[in-house]
């Protein structure tokens, strides 16, 4: 099968693993979200996938973030993406206070599942479960994102320069808005033009959003 988006892919292993979940008596619960998009620290965060609670969903919905520069080999990566959306649908069957105490732990050892829980990684057991529900999965619709790259983000300008201008004359001069602040406008350099005018100080200037560029 083909699909023609991430989501649907990853919607599709996770329905194909649902009977896996149920027969180790930890069902899925029927309202599960998954994506691949960064989790809540963005692309400078380290956590691989992020599950959170369905109290926090307005329409009460477990949301399972991937994030999408994994440095898995291509060929890998369609199991890798298996075992991490596994391990964030442990989390929503178990419930997320249970955190990766020892229901949790019983879960993830059944599925096949190894390593520290925090951080599991697929075992063979698991690979072996999962490799026919990719197969009916089909070809992820994916591929890793390079975050090390350049961003489409407009960059943030550091300092404004402020301008300066003699309104005898026109000379004009450009500063920082803490020299202003500081020592007031520079004289204008021919004798007797006197102090400069310069652009209105706007408290809120410089400040910028702090929030990640799209």
């Excluded at 930890?26 to 998954?34: E, G």
């Excluded at 990566?77 to 997320?96: D, R, S, T």
């Excluded at 999962?130 to 983000?153: F, M, N, Q, W, Y």
């Excluded at 301008?163 to 000379?171: L, Q, V």
């Amino acid at each position: 099968m083909t699909h023609d988006n991430r989501e649907s892919w990853l919607n599709a292993v996770a329905d194909g693993m649902a009977p896996l979940f149920e027969a180790l008596d930890a069902p899925l619960p029927d309202r599960v979200r998954v994506a691949i998009g960064f989790t809540s620290r963005g692309a400078k965060g380290k956590a691989i996938g992020e599950c959170w609670d369905n109290r926090l969903s307005a329409d009460g919905h477990f949301e399972i973030f991937i994030r999408p520069d994994l440095a898995h080999a291509a060929d890998a990566l369609p199991a890798q993406i298996a075992a991490i959306l596994a391990h964030e649908l442990v989390h929503a069957a178990v419930g997320i206070p249970a955190g990766h105490g020892m229901a949790f732990k019983r879960v993830a050892l059944g599925l096949g599942l190894v390593g520290p829980m925090r951080a599991t990684t697929p075992g063979e057991a698991f690979l072996a479960a999962v490799a026919p529900i990719l197969d009916a999965g089909g070809p992820l619709p994916h591929a890793r994102l390079d975050t090390g790259g350049e961003s489409t983000a407009p960059k943030k300008q550091k300092t404004r320069m402020l301008k300066c201008e003699c309104a005898t004359c026109g000379y004009t001069v450009r500063t920082a808005r803490k020299w202003l602040e500081l020592a007031g406008a520079p004289l204008c350099p021919i004798e007797d033009h006197g102090v400069m005018q310069h652009e209105a100080l706007d408290d809120d200037e410089g400040e910028g959003d702090e929030g990640e560029g799209g």
